[in-house]
């Protein structure tokens, strides 16, 4: 096997032995209903995760895409509250919206030469923001074709589905492998990340990169957010805090590693289910205070990142003196 | 001498400058901003208001630039505080005298920041999410301290390191001031800012030329701990309670802000302390226009990002190299090339 | 035990909500029902997760404080396909009522109206300018609090509310906001009265008015909203005037109601609704601090 | 001479100033079809500056390009790349992220319906490196290989990329002998087919080996250019520096061994999986040379003898007395230097002034509590920036904006300033040009005089012959041979790394 897979195999072969301690506590967590619920209560994250994966490779950072979420639900609530307009037109906005959002904040990074930390910072401000103006309330959506919407999935032996967003979500994520890993533009992506000077030397696209990268980031909150929209039927302001952090989380325990350059879309995926498995387990327990909550899953983060950290130790170890 | 001191003029003219646009911006909108006016033997008014509540972010952004300038970056200070409130309360009120107080309240912190700093230099976690495990436990740490109650104190020598005054300034403005001219006194009048620098920017090439990186990287977020700890007492302080809670929530990104504002750049290396408390205070600035403006809370996110794309993007590389005019043709990649030696 | 029950509860943001947890878990405990705690963080997805969690496990009813109004449709319906109860607590939701059992909750726009018209009835026709220190924008119990308060002083032309601004119901941010608001108000001396959404931000803005040199209680009415402890203390040095009463003890109500349904088959009205008390000053607040600082506020 | 419209590329009246510098000052270039054209001159004369200018990773301030006759503007290099102009920049820039076969075909990636064809892709990336005799996992990181294996990939990657034009900027660095061969018959081959190759090196046999033509530049002006064959070595120096060169490398020669004791005693160090476990014994002002192939494992012992490996088997000793060499900051404390080979990575601390790179060895050594003063440091940078002649507008400058030689100056400076006891060079001389060669090579020479003990590792085998009284031989991270007095000569250590090549051909 190639080293460069070594952390991938890591996370996936710690997701597996997590989740049998898991059904081995507790049986009913191999149900196929804790399955689908996995990929539908995760998927909007994980569409999100996926633009933030994009990002990091590149050697950037999204703050904004939890408050570009909420902003989508808002103006999607909004939108189908005021008019007539079809969701299907509405999606179309939002997305373009998102996306041209996003792509102003790479413009920025790359024009201004300012740290995307920042620059994303202050676009999570202005997207929560906007979401305030258009309505503090939460506005339901009641449009009949949401319902339809809903009504779409697979149901599993069990009484578990997988519904149209849980699918989505794993689309999304064969697409962003696909990108990745197939595509020159993900090549550029990985190369911006291993150093934009160099890949610049190169002869890579670096503006034309990082406008990219941060428009399919600003895409896929945008997406993120009518999933979210439809997991809800909702709009709301507050929603989705901090989802920018959960992101991240997600992304470096998958493999992914901050300063760019290195990782892997489907270690993302990988990532998105061990904290949602950490979540389900604590929900299982259900005898936590809310502080050892917080205690623990700080805990299993680290462990997680311990065990991951040890094990591509381990058997780069062996590798060397094989 | 004093061409060092012109040096460090030139490199705190951009934040300077921001800082004097935004006070005249809000003295635009509320004309009776500069007013002082001497209180209860204290100054009283919107610019020490400014002074006052920048503390907290004031004392995190030192600790913040020392850690960001060794290429990290520290989540968990918020919910440092949060711990360090609780704990300071928690031993207030059960009897402990306010030396033992402090003094177990400051450990914890650093404490605390030696756990960030093992993980980091040690176990070699990526600084972000080694942080973010402090960040999401502390919190919970703090009200299990506190058991998610407000727990409150009178007693009146800790309360006066939130609101007391010492030669007519606030206690926590005295703080941050004697803490920050400390801290940058040791950092650059030993050799520690140069190593940090060089740690920074290139670790390895540190390492190999004899730099203790290891300790310095675990040093850095000691500090970080404890400035954590000295804020979080002075927002308990403040209220006269611990909010586990709510203490620090969110204080981190604009703690990281204000050392952004200030100009140290997050790939590490250079920084300017000084920098990042003006830094600290330009972000207080704006949320103390904000709440003078009386303009409805809604807009409150809007005008905060405006301002802050503002100031960025007039602190900008480009933007600044638009002055000059002999760099009018400019360099392209290969002038950057060094930014990145891994 | 017998029963087993899901309690979702919004997180820890507040004493207030450590109070209600507090209280459930022991009603939990006094009914010998094994409660299952979830924390979700102030997320309405961790909430969602929750729900769905119980309803895997196959937990017997469910009790939960939503976050928000709307975006419960979904797994309540889930719930009622798995033939579970649902007990809304503290707050009630966006979704039809026969997706839900009832709604143990205060009404929050009374909650309000009762603190404003305290403040009508005060000051009795004099002028007075009115500042207001709001919750957390887009909170729904800052949203109602505040129409309701607003809707007490309409038609009373003598009370103007000059500034409002939001504290996000903690102390820190409620003292940093009046202080600004003294700032800007001349001093203080053109404010009369103070409205804080909640009883934190009062205590915050108490401390922020005596460091300006004025009284409060007198120099600026207080009144606030959920009658935690330290208000009480505040209330007996006459540093604020008025507070109304949220009680934290929802899970009585809902699991009087849950047993009920359980035994015969019926069903509770839609709607609970817990006491809205005024407390002012006159009404021996140092007894009721002494009888609530036990509750894990 | 040719006539212009035989020129490929020519380049007019070049300027280019950098804050506190003028680096180009009207320089006029010009490549025919099918030569070799050396361009030369001092570390910080504007070689690389002058290729950046004319593959647009840097805008000009003024002048003009002509490719073949017609006037171009390259903005970035990727355009410069569509006009074929292929260029191998100084230092290795490529991405040590990315496995061998994308950063041979980045941006030109082989698609089969659109998508990278990845397998494609590794089959030409294997063929392409078979032309240079690089038989080695193209899927695998290229950070797993050496500097010199990155530096073929490179030279590959511009090869392949260049339709008119190729420009090498000191390719053969880090490259051995042989490497250097297997280059040179490619860049005949290029020639052959009418290219026009810019070639950079500071190794003068390399230029009367294979250029045509030799243009030298002397701080960012155009000193001349002339006919290869019509410029006697001697003439080509004197235009260089400006000034006569007295005694060049290669005279002096140290293979008496000297007298003293043995001061500095290994015995059975190595460590698993880096370098079998060799013994070694270094006397007081002696220096001890280190040849061996590509990834024989002479960058590994050093990093052994430095701490920088942590050694897992034998012992040190200096005067008998143990040596704690557990880390490098332990290895300094035992007065041990360590100038090291990758300069980018593991050498230079980019953002930080000439100064403080200099000063920062002895700094670190002294402790963060005893913080050389301004004025100290001020001293020791001028001293060095003297001593080494390091080409710098001042020495606040960060020493990534310096010339490449210079920057290599400066890092031994650093190690010279802590005045070690023993010092680890490794490929000291890299890009240094021949001025300052001679003046690093008095160095070392004095530096054992007074009595300070050297391991020198260099690809260049005169230089290693010049001054080792001892040569150790290595092959396949094993020391296999150890050559000394009189059979230290090039021939000999040629002769020794074959044998144990051609064993390890069986
Ligand atoms: N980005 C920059 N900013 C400022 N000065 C620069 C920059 N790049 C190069 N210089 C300066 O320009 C001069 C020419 O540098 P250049 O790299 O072209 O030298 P060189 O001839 O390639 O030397 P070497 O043989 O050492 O590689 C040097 O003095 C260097 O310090
Ligand atoms: N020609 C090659 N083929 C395959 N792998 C190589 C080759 N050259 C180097 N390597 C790899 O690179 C690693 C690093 O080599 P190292 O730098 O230690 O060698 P070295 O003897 O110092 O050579 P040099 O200093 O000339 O680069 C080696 O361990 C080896 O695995
Ligand atoms: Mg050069
Ligand atoms: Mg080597």
Redesign the interface.
Known sequence: MNARYLPLTATVAIFLAAYLVCVLQYPNMLSTRVIGNLLTDNAFLGIAAVGMTFVILSGGIDLSIGAVIAFTGVFLAVLLQATDIHPLAAFALALLVTTAFGALMGAIIHHLDMPPFIVTLAGMFLARGMAFVLSIDSIPVRHPFYATLKGLYYKLPGGGRITLIGGLMLVVFAAGILIAHRTRFGANVYALGGGAATAELMGVPIGRTTVAIYALSGFLAGLSGIVFSLYTSAGYSLAAVGVELDAIAAVVIGGTLLTGGSGFVAGTLVGILIQGLIQTYITFDGSLSSWWTKILIGLLLFIFILLQKGLIHVTERRRRHA | MSATLKAYARRLFPQVAALAVILLMVSLAFPGFFKLEIQNGRLYGSLIDILNRGAPVALLAIGMTVVIATKGIDLSVGAVMAICGAVAAACITSGYGLAATLAITLGTGVLCGLWNGLLVAVLDIQPIIATLVLMVAGRGIAQLVTEGAILTFNDPGLIFIGSGSFLGLPMPVVIWLVFGLAVALVVRRTALGMLIEALGVNRRAAMLSGVSTGVLLIAAYMLSGLCAAIAGIIAAADIRGADANNAGLWLELDAILAVVVGGTSLLGGRFSIAASLIGALIIQAINTGILLSGFPPEFNLIIKAAIIVLILVIQSPRAQSAFVWFSRPRATAAGKAGEEAK | ADLTVGFSQIGSESGWRAAETTLTKQQAEERGIDLKFADAQQKQENQIKALRSFIAQGVDAILLAPVVATGWDEVLQEAKDAEIPVVLLDRTVDAPDDLYLTAVTSDLVHEGKVAGQWLVDTVAGKDCNVVELQGTTGSSPAIDRKKGFEEALAGHANLKIIRSQTGDFTRTKGKEVMESFLKAEDGGKNICALYAHNDDMAVGAIQAIKEAGLKPGTDILVVSIDAVPDIFQAMAAGEANATVELTPNMAGPAFDALEAYRKDGKAPPKWIQTESKLYTQADDPMKVYEEKKGLGY | MQSASSYVLSAVGIDK???GARALDRVDFSLARGEVHALLGENGAGKSTLV?CLTG?????GGRILLDGGEVDPR???E??KLGIG?V?QEV???????VA??LF??R?P?RF???D?REMNRRARALLSEYDLDIDV???LS?YSVAVQQVVAIARAVDLSGKVLILDEPTASLDTHEVALLFRIVRRLKERGLGIVFITHFLEQVYEISDRITVLRNGQLVGTRETAALPRRDLIAMMLGRELVGEVGSGNRHAAPGGDVRYRFRGFGR??HIRPFDLDVRTGEVVGIAGLLGSGRTETAEIL?G?ERADSGTAEADGRPLDLSS??AA?REKFG?C?EDR?????????SVR?NI???L??????????S?GEQDRLADHYIRALDIRTSDREK????LSGGNQQKAILA?WLATNPDFLILDEPTRGIDVGAHAEIIRLIEELCEKGMSLIVISSELEELVAYSSRVLVLRDRAHVAELAGERVTTGAIVEAIAASDGRAGT
């Open positions: 100033v950098f804050p950046k990773a840097y805008r000009r301030d970035d290099t990727l410069a790349q260029t920049y820039n490529l991405l040590a992220n990315l496995t994308e950063n980045l941006g990636q698609r659109g998508l990278v990845a899927t695998a990181g797993a698993k999986g430095f920088a490098p900051r300094i360590f090291p980018k990575v593991d050498g230079i601390i980019g953002d930080l403080e000063a920062l060895a700094q670190a050594r002294r402790g963060w509590a005893r913080p050389l301004r960060p020493i990534r904006l650093r």
